[in-house]
Structure formats: structure tokens, C-alpha cells
């Protein structure tokens, strides 16, 4: 506007404003925070009638320790990990959670038919020690969080005639996502501890996490144009949509090694002997291998380790740019044929391309496997990729809505509509299809289990790591874990459906009841093709003498599905008698076969072969969900707002015996059936009740407003339990896990003009 309109603001909140966290057994899980909240907005006219600007910013500066119980981790795990060069895993860990937001706009009427609008965005953050929080992990595993962008964005709205309108968008944004880590060091080599973890119920893990440090960059070119016409009783527009992201990285997850053993004890005796193994039979010696008639069962459950190929470091296997370019165009009618009916439909065409592998089809490790079957004693298999990662152009999306309200009630309106949608996929799955390939990098996989079975070099003793130049300079790659596009990939297409009836019932207030179904297929599924269930068809058949071959063939494909419908009952009342409401509640059930689509180091299925169970609820099934909400001008001028969200537990896969799956696996039955994923509940039903106060003091052309916010108010436990399963397995970039957040007061004070 030609006025001068600005606001400042800040708020405060601490542990001294708050309850303390409980555990699930019921403890207090003590933490120190102090957080603080502040920034302003301003906008007016630098020319008035012609030249406007707004400016913004927000900051927070939070300071916390957690993890203040001495005895969060076992003792003897503390004592052992001294021993041996991880002191102090017990002690309290420090974070920090600052970040700073700024915006700045300007809009130009350059004439009476053209607006130009030109924004710039910039964020950063800074999370020290934000990685994890989990209780019973040591305070080395955790790195530094860091993120900072800036966007340019220049709009142009042109008015070309009564008829026409054409609206033109181009944005241009550079984000920065490094993720460095200032942990113990071990002694001597001048690396880090590598990711180190034990323990089923109470897991531990200590050690740089495997996928620290990124150096991560991207840039985002988006290009928009869209053209509307109006004729009659119709309003056309037409137009296209560009998007070229370049993600640049340099991902070395797993180059400092990840042991997972069973126990401590496992643990402990592995670093005094390396030869140490245990035994079917519930035996154990220090000569690396079992008696005849007997397999190994441990310590060492999985060894990770990745390397370049070649000669090259895991640097410089790991560094790699990934472009992803989307090109879309798109036409669209809205007719109004009737004052009370009106049609929307349109079509919308999208393309995904993908970026080329690095190393050509012809020259991967794995070429002569391409366009080959195997028939073995289970079946016949088909390499499943051709060396290339496929582009998807065939995104055809047809959507249509109808509103109509009957001619007599003009106070009530049924609408309708259904489309079909794509979605990109994440670059973090193509980045290893390109360099953990067998070419440029290797992922050497060992445990205790393939002890004896040839593999050169064998499994390092804790806290080494395989020497990276003995992988990288080997005459020929052994058997490493390599990742590959199926041929048939397309991106995930969902067909979403809803329809709903809103009516004012009595004046004033309107209730709306909705229904809601999508289908999803071709959702991303990794699995490994070279399975023991599979016969392991492709672990021989290349050089030297046909006798090497693959580990894991971890195979990005489309075959997963999704199932989603839901019913919304909701009442709302418009602000009248100083106080308007609204309430919604859903009822709905989510079900897939995989839910996995952003970390492809990890399976989520039981059986590669018996993916039927697989199919059940969701992890993000939550069967009740209820929001509401109160704005009430009491006396005396004092604005209240009342907030309360409820949300169900998700659910959790259980084993034949009825108790919670540590992973997958156990889910297969003694009988070698599998049972149905996620027949369970997590104890992570959430139950939250908000209010603020506030009151404004005019004081001329200012206005002063001080704010009491609550959050939780009937401190209910609200656990935070995001894994699927053990945390021992997890492999997640990020995790918080354990106690939610308590009830909370929070301090503030607004000044608007």
C-alpha cells in the first residue's frame, strides 16, 4: 500500500517455562533449553502508486542439552568404550538450533497493464549435535546440520486486453547442505571412529554415522508461463512449466566403515581377537571358523565399507553432479455453463529426465550380466537393468472438477473431482546407481556369517577399516553390493478421487462432509535382485574366471503400491458474537506394500520372493485424526485461541509371536510363511491442546500486543517414535527418538502499525 504497515516480534521460551520430558518408563528425561524468537516486517511505497517494497525477517537462537542422565547407557558400555578410545559417550550432549529467514519484495506497476514483482529469500540454519537424539546412543554419533539458500523469484502479470491475461515466472535458487563432523579421532589414523552398534533392545551406537561427512549443493531453474483467455462462458489457460535441478555432492556413506555386532560381548571379543566367531551350535572360538555341521552366528552381523575403483579415493568416487530436468505443458477450461454449476477440467503432460550413469552401459563391472537370464533350481531370472537409468515421458495427467449448488439453496454445493498426478523421485536414489556401481565405487559387504568364504580382504578388526587402496587398486573388484535402475522404472502415478457436500445448516454455522480416495502405483521399491531366495543368480559369471560376481543387487524398481480413503465429518462457524470455530475429524485407512522411498540402504520387505504380506497398513497410517480450533474475543478485549490436535498411534510389524519385529526378517515364520506387516501399534499417539492469550494497548498509530502461548497443556507424553524398526538397524539420515515434548509456556510481545 501507499501506508507505512510494519510489525515486530518476540518470543521467549525455556525449561524454566516448561515440564520435564517423561520417558516410557515412566523417568524424567531431564533437558536445558533457552529459546529465543525475533524479527520484523515492514512495507510501503517507495513511489507511491508505482513502486512498493515489503521487507521481512525472523531469527531463533536456541541453546540445549539433552541426554543429562549419567545412566542412560548400560555402565559397562560406557567403561568399555573408554577403554578403548570413545570416552565421555555417556555425557550430557549440547545442541543448538539457530537459524535466521529474510525476505525482501518489490512490486512495479510499470503501467496500467503490467506488474512486475521481483522477491529474494534467504535462510540459514545451523543445528549442532542435531543428527540424532536418542537416548541410549553415545555422544559421538552426531555431526553438525547446516543449511543455507538464497532465492531469486521475477514475476510478470500482464493484462493484455479485457480477454487476456498472461502470468510469467522465473526463479532461480542455490541451497548449500554440508553436514561436517568435529568427533573423537582414532588414534593414530587421523580418521574418525567408524559407525559402531550393538544391542537389540537398548541399542547402542557411538562413531561417526556412516553417511558423514556431505558436502551438498544444489541449483533450481524453474521457468512458468501460462496464458488465459476468457470467451463466453469459458476461461481457458494454457501453458508450460520448466524445472532443471542440479544436485552436486560428495557422499562418501560408509568410506569410514559400519560394524553392527550383536552384543557387547560380541564386541568386545571381536577387538581382542579378530579371528573370534560364534557358532549355530552355541559355541565359540578365536580360528574364524565353526565346527563341521555347524554355520556362524556372529559377532560381526554387517560390515559396510565403500571405496573407489580404479585407483580413484572414495572422494573422488563419491563426488558427482545429478540433473534432473522436468518440462511440462498444460491446457485447462473452467466452464460455467449455469450460475450454479461449473466445470473444471484439463489436461497436463509432464516429462522427467534423467541424468546418463557414469560409466556407459558397455563398461560397467556388470556388463556381461546385461540382457542375461539365469534359470537356477528356483526360477529364471532376468538381469533386471540395462545399464542405464530410464527416462520417464509418458506423463499423462487428466483431471476434472464439477461444483454445483441446487437453484433453490444457494447455501449448500456438492463438489467432485478426480485427477491423475506424478511425482519426481528423490536424487538421493539415483546417486547410487551412478557411482556405487562396480566402476567407479564399491560397497564391500562383510560379517561373521561369510567368514571363511573366500572374500579378499576379509572383515577388518574395530576399529579399522579395510585399507581403501586394497579395494581401489585390485587387479579385479570382488563381489561388491551394487546398485542398478530396472529398466522398467516409471515415476509414481497416483489417480486421486474425492467428493463432498458443504451446507449452512443454521446461520452461520456449515458443516461439510468429504470422502477422499488415491491409488498410487509404480511407488519406488529397492530390492535385491541376487537374493538367496533368487538362488543368488548373479553372484558368478564375471572375471577373473567367471567365478566373481555380485553381493547385493540392490534394484531400484516401480513395483510398489499404495492404497489411501478417508472421510472428513467437519463443523464451522463464521466470526460472529465475538467468536468463530472450526472442527474437523477423518477417519481413513492408509495401506502399502512399501514405504521406503528415499534411503536405499535398507530393505523393507520380509522375503524378496513373498512380497503379498508386504501389503497392509502404512507407516504413516494414523485411523483417527481430529483438529479444532476457537478464535473468542472475551472481556475486556483479551483474544483467545484455542487449538487441539489428536492423532492415532501408527502402526508396528510384530512377529508370529505377537511381539515387535527387531527387523524385517522376523517376520518370516517357522514355517517360512510371512506375517503381515504392521499388524501392531507404536506407543506415539499424539494428543496436543494449545492456547494463547493476547491483548492489544493502542498507543496512537501503534499497537501493542503482549501474547501468552501454552502448548501441550495437559502435558500429555506424545512419544516420538519414527523408526520401523530396531534402532540398531536403522539407517536413516536423521532420527529423534524417545520422549516428546512436555508442556510448554511461551512468552511474547507483538508491536504492529
Given at each position: 500500500?501507499?501506508?507505512?504497515?510494519?510489525?515486530?516480534?518476540?518470543?521467549?521460551?525455556?525449561?524454566?517455562?516448561?515440564?520435564?520430558?517423561?520417558?516410557?518408563?515412566?523417568?524424567?528425561?531431564?533437558?536445558?533449553?533457552?529459546?529465543?524468537?525475533?524479527?520484523?516486517t515492514v512495507g510501503g511505497a517507495i513511489k507511491k502508486e508505482k513502486l512498493f517494497y515489503f521487507l521481512a525477517a525472523d531469527s531463533q537462537k536456541k541453546d540445549e542439552t539433552k541426554q543429562?542422565?549419567?545412566?542412560?547407557?548400560?555402565?559397562?558400555?560406557?567403561?568399555?568404550?573408554?577403554?578403548?578410545?570413545?570416552?565421555?559417550?555417556?555425557?550430557?550432549?549440547?545442541?543448538?538450533?539457530?537459524?535466521?529467514?529474510?525476505?525482501?519484495?518489490?512490486?512495479?506497476?510499470?503501467?496500467?497493464?503490467?506488474?512486475?514483482?521481483?522477491?529474494?529469500?534467504?535462510?540459514?540454519?545451523?543445528?549442532?549435535?542435531?543428527?540424532?537424539?536418542?537416548?541410549?546412543?553415545?555422544?559421538?554419533?552426531?555431526?553438525?546440520?547446516?543449511?543455507?539458500?538464497?532465492?531469486?523469484?521475477?514475476?510478470?502479470?500482464?493484462?493484455?486486453?479485457?480477454?487476456?491475461?498472461?502470468?510469467?515466472?522465473?526463479?532461480?535458487?542455490?541451497?548449500?547442505?554440508?553436514?561436517?563432523?568435529?568427533?573423537?579421532?582414532?588414534?593414530?589414523?587421523?580418521?574418525?571412529?567408524?559407525?559402531?552398534?550393538?544391542?537389540?533392545?537398548?541399542?547402542?551406537?557411538?562413531?561417526?554415522?556412516?553417511?558423514?561427512?556431505?558436502?551438498?549443493?544444489?541449483?533450481?531453474?524453474?521457468?512458468?508461463?501460462?496464458?488465459?483467455?476468457?470467451?463466453?462462458?469459458?476461461?481457458?489457460?494454457?501453458?508450460?512449466?520448466?524445472?532443471?535441478?542440479t544436485s552436486s555432492q560428495t557422499f562418501v556413506g560408509f568410506a569410514n566403515g559400519r560394524y553392527i555386532f550383536n552384543s557387547l560381548q560380541g564386541f568386545q571379543n571381536h577387538v581382542a581377537?579378530?579371528?573370534?566367531?560364534?557358532?549355530?551350535?552355541?559355541?565359540?572360538?578365536?580360528?574364524?571358523?565353526?565346527?563341521?555341521?555347524?554355520?556362524?552366528?556372529?559377532?560381526?552381523?554387517?560390515?559396510?565399507?565403500?571405496?573407489?575403483?580404479?585407483?580413484?579415493?572414495?572422494?573422488?568416487?563419491?563426488?558427482?553432479?545429478?540433473?534432473?530436468?522436468?518440462?511440462?505443458?498444460?491446457?485447462?477450461?473452467?466452464?460455467?455453463?449455469?450460475?450454479?454449476?461449473?466445470?473444471?477440467?484439463?489436461?497436463?503432460?509432464?516429462?522427467?529426465?534423467?541424468?546418463?550413469?557414469?560409466?556407459?552401459?558397455?563398461?560397467?563391472?556388470?556388463?556381461?550380466?546385461?540382457?542375461?537370464?539365469?534359470?537356477?533350481?528356483?526360477?529364471?531370472?532376468?538381469?533386471?537393468?540395462?545399464?542405464?537409468?530410464?527416462?520417464?515421458?509418458?506423463?499423462?495427467?487428466?483431471?476434472?472438477?464439477?461444483?454445483?449448488?441446487?437453484?433453490?439453496?444457494?447455501?449448500?454445493?456438492?463438489?467432485?473431482?478426480?485427477?491423475?498426478?506424478?511425482?519426481?523421485?528423490?536424487?538421493?536414489?539415483?546417486?547410487?546407481?551412478?557411482?556405487?556401481?562396480?566402476?567407479?565405487?564399491?560397497?564391500?559387504?562383510?560379517?561373521?556369517?561369510?567368514?571363511?568364504?573366500?572374500?579378499?580382504?576379509?572383515?577388518?578388526?574395530?576399529?579399522?577399516?579395510?585399507?581403501?587402496?586394497?579395494?581401489?587398486?585390485?587387479?579385479?573388484?570382488?563381489?561388491?553390493?551394487?546398485?542398478?535402475?530396472?529398466?522398467?522404472?516409471?515415476?509414481?502415478?497416483?489417480?486421486?478421487?474425492?467428493?463432498?457436500?458443504?451446507?449452512?445448516?443454521?446461520?452461520?454455522?456449515?458443516?461439510?462432509?468429504?470422502?477422499?480416495?488415491?491409488?498410487?502405483?509404480?511407488?519406488?521399491?529397492?530390492?535385491?535382485?541376487?537374493?538367496?531366495?533368487?538362488?543368488?543368480?548373479?553372484?558368478?559369471?564375471?572375471?577373473?574366471?567367471?567365478?566373481?560376481?555380485?553381493?547385493?543387487?540392490?534394484?531400484?524398481?516401480?513395483?510398489?503400491?499404495?492404497?489411501?480413503?478417508?472421510?472428513?465429518?467437519?463443523?464451522?462457524?463464521?466470526?460472529?458474537?465475538?467468536?468463530?470455530?472450526?472442527?474437523?475429524?477423518?477417519?481413513?485407512?492408509?495401506?502399502?506394500?512399501?514405504?521406503?522411498?528415499?534411503?536405499?540402504?535398507?530393505?523393507?520387505?520380509?522375503?524378496?520372493?513373498?512380497?503379498?504380506?508386504?501389503?497392509?497398513?502404512?507407516?504413516?497410517?494414523?485411523?483417527?485424526?481430529?483438529?479444532?480450533?476457537?478464535?473468542?474475543?472475551?472481556?475486556?478485549?483479551?483474544?483467545?485461541?484455542?487449538?487441539?490436535?489428536?492423532?492415532?498411534?501408527?502402526?508396528?510389524?510384530?512377529?508370529?509371536?505377537?511381539?515387535?519385529?527387531?527387523?524385517?526378517?522376523?517376520?518370516?515364520?517357522?514355517?517360512?510363511?510371512?506375517?503381515?506387516?504392521?499388524?501392531?501399534?507404536?506407543?506415539?499417539?499424539?494428543?496436543?491442546?494449545?492456547?494463547?492469550?493476547?491483548?492489544?494497548?493502542?498507543?496512537?498509530?501503534?499497537?501493542?500486543?503482549?501474547?501468552?502461548?501454552?502448548?501441550?497443556?495437559?502435558?500429555?507424553?506424545?512419544?516420538?517414535?519414527?523408526?520401523?524398526?530396531?534402532?540398531?538397524?536403522?539407517?536413516?539420515?536423521?532420527?529423534?527418538?524417545?520422549?516428546?515434548?512436555?508442556?510448554?509456556?511461551?512468552?511474547?510481545?507483538?508491536?504492529?502499525?
Amino acid at each position: 500500500t501507499n501506508n507505512i504497515k510494519a510489525t515486530m516480534h518476540y518470543f521467549y521460551k525455556s525449561d524454566s517455562l516448561s515440564d520435564t520430558p517423561k520417558n516410557r518408563d515412566g523417568s524424567e528425561d531431564p533437558r536445558e533449553f533457552d529459546q529465543h524468537q525475533y524479527g520484523f516486517t515492514v512495507g510501503g511505497a517507495i513511489k507511491k502508486e508505482k513502486l512498493f517494497y515489503f521487507l521481512a525477517a525472523d531469527s531463533q537462537k536456541k541453546d540445549e542439552t539433552k541426554q543429562l542422565d549419567p545412566n542412560r547407557i548400560d555402565p559397562e558400555i560406557v567403561s568399555y568404550m573408554a577403554s578403548v578410545g570413545l570416552p565421555n559417550e555417556n555425557a550430557p550432549i549440547d545442541r543448538n538450533d539457530d537459524a535466521n529467514a529474510y525476505l525482501a519484495k518489490i512490486d512495479y506497476l510499470i503501467n496500467d497493464s503490467n506488474m512486475l514483482t521481483g522477491r529474494w529469500a534467504y535462510h540459514y540454519s545451523n543445528q549442532g549435535n542435531g543428527t540424532f537424539d536418542v537416548n541410549t546412543w553415545g555422544s559421538s554419533a552426531n555431526a553438525i546440520e547446516k543449511d543455507w539458500a538464497h532465492g531469486y523469484t521475477l514475476n510478470l502479470l500482464s493484462t493484455i486486453n479485457s480477454r487476456m491475461l498472461n502470468e510469467f515466472r522465473g526463479q532461480y535458487a542455490k541451497e548449500w547442505r554440508p553436514r561436517p563432523y568435529n568427533g573423537p579421532q582414532v588414534p593414530g589414523q587421523d580418521r574418525p571412529f567408524p559407525d559402531t552398534g550393538f544391542g537389540f533392545v537398548d541399542s547402542y551406537r557411538g562413531g561417526m554415522p556412516f553417511f558423514i561427512p556431505v558436502d551438498y549443493d544444489d541449483d533450481r531453474v524453474q521457468l512458468v508461463d501460462n496464458f488465459s483467455y476468457l470467451m463466453g462462458d469459458h476461461s481457458l489457460k494454457a501453458g508450460f512449466e520448466w524445472n532443471d535441478v542440479t544436485s552436486s555432492q560428495t557422499f562418501v556413506g560408509f568410506a569410514n566403515g559400519r560394524y553392527i555386532f550383536n552384543s557387547l560381548q560380541g564386541f568386545q571379543n571381536h577387538v581382542a581377537n579378530n579371528n573370534y566367531i560364534e557358532c549355530s551350535d552355541g559355541s565359540s572360538n578365536t580360528s574364524g571358523a565353526c565346527p563341521g555341521g555347524t554355520t556362524p552366528t556372529g559377532p560381526i552381523l554387517l560390515y559396510l565399507q565403500f571405496a573407489g575403483v580404479g585407483g580413484l579415493t572414495p572422494e573422488q568416487a563419491g563426488t558427482q553432479a545429478i540433473e534432473q530436468t522436468e518440462l511440462a505443458l498444460f491446457v485447462q477450461d473452467q466452464w460455467q455453463p449455469m450460475p450454479n454449476l461449473t466445470f473444471e477440467y484439463g489436461l497436463r503432460w509432464e516429462s522427467l529426465d534423467m541424468p546418463d550413469t557414469i560409466t556407459p552401459p558397455q563398461d560397467v563391472f556388470y556388463a556381461p550380466f546385461i540382457g542375461q537370464s539365469v534359470t537356477n533350481e528356483t526360477g529364471t531370472y532376468r538381469f533386471p537393468s540395462d545399464g542405464t537409468i530410464p527416462d520417464d515421458k509418458n506423463q499423462w495427467q487428466p483431471r476434472l472438477a464439477v461444483a454445483w449448488s441446487p437453484k433453490e439453496h444457494a447455501d449448500r454445493v456438492l463438489r467432485v473431482s478426480s485427477g491423475i498426478y506424478h511425482s519426481r523421485i528423490p536424487a538421493l536414489t539415483i546417486a547410487s546407481t551412478r557411482s556405487t556401481n562396480g566402476s567407479v565405487g564399491q560397497t564391500a559387504y562383510r560379517d561373521s556369517f561369510t567368514s571363511g568364504m573366500g572374500f579378499l580382504p576379509q572383515h577388518p578388526q574395530w576399529p579399522n577399516i579395510i585399507p581403501p587402496d586394497d579395494l581401489s587398486n585390485a587387479e579385479y573388484v570382488f563381489y561388491p553390493d551394487v546398485f542398478v535402475f530396472d529398466e522398467n522404472f516409471k515415476t509414481p502415478r497416483s489417480w486421486n478421487s474425492a467428493i463432498s457436500w458443504e451446507q449452512e445448516f443454521i446461520p452461520n454455522y456449515a458443516f461439510l462432509f468429504k470422502a477422499n480416495y488415491v491409488e498410487t502405483k509404480n511407488i519406488t521399491r529397492f530390492i535385491n535382485r541376487n537374493d538367496a531366495v533368487f538362488g543368488s543368480p548373479w553372484s558368478s559369471g564375471l572375471e577373473p574366471g567367471g567365478s566373481n560376481g555380485i553381493t547385493t543387487l540392490t534394484t531400484v524398481e516401480s513395483s510398489a503400491r499404495s492404497e489411501y480413503w478417508g472421510l472428513t465429518f467437519g463443523v464451522n462457524k463464521r466470526l460472529t458474537n465475538n467468536f468463530q470455530f472450526e472442527f474437523y475429524y477423518t477417519y481413513s485407512e492408509d495401506k502399502s506394500d512399501d514405504d521406503n522411498e528415499r534411503d536405499p540402504f535398507s530393505f523393507r520387505y520380509a522375503r524378496a520372493d513373498t512380497l503379498g504380506p508386504e501389503f497392509g497398513f502404512s507407516d504413516r497410517h494414523q485411523a483417527n485424526r481430529l483438529n479444532f480450533w476457537l478464535l473468542w474475543n472475551a472481556p475486556w478485549d483479551i483474544n483467545t485461541s484455542f487449538r487441539w490436535s489428536y492423532r492415532d498411534a501408527q502402526p508396528l510389524s510384530l512377529t508370529e509371536d505377537g511381539i515387535p519385529a527387531a527387523s524385517p526378517s522376523e517376520r518370516i515364520n517357522r514355517d517360512g510363511s510371512v506375517t503381515q506387516r504392521n499388524l501392531g501399534e507404536k506407543d506415539n499417539d499424539f494428543n496436543s491442546f494449545d492456547f494463547r492469550l493476547s491483548k492489544d494497548f493502542n498507543l496512537g498509530d501503534w499497537t501493542i500486543q503482549p501474547v501468552l502461548d501454552v502448548f501441550n497443556l495437559f502435558n500429555n507424553d506424545n512419544f516420538i517414535t519414527p523408526q520401523t524398526t530396531s534402532l540398531l538397524f536403522n539407517f536413516d539420515g536423521t532420527i529423534r527418538s524417545g520422549a516428546g515434548e512436555p508442556r510448554e509456556m511461551q512468552l511474547g510481545l507483538r508491536i504492529l502499525r
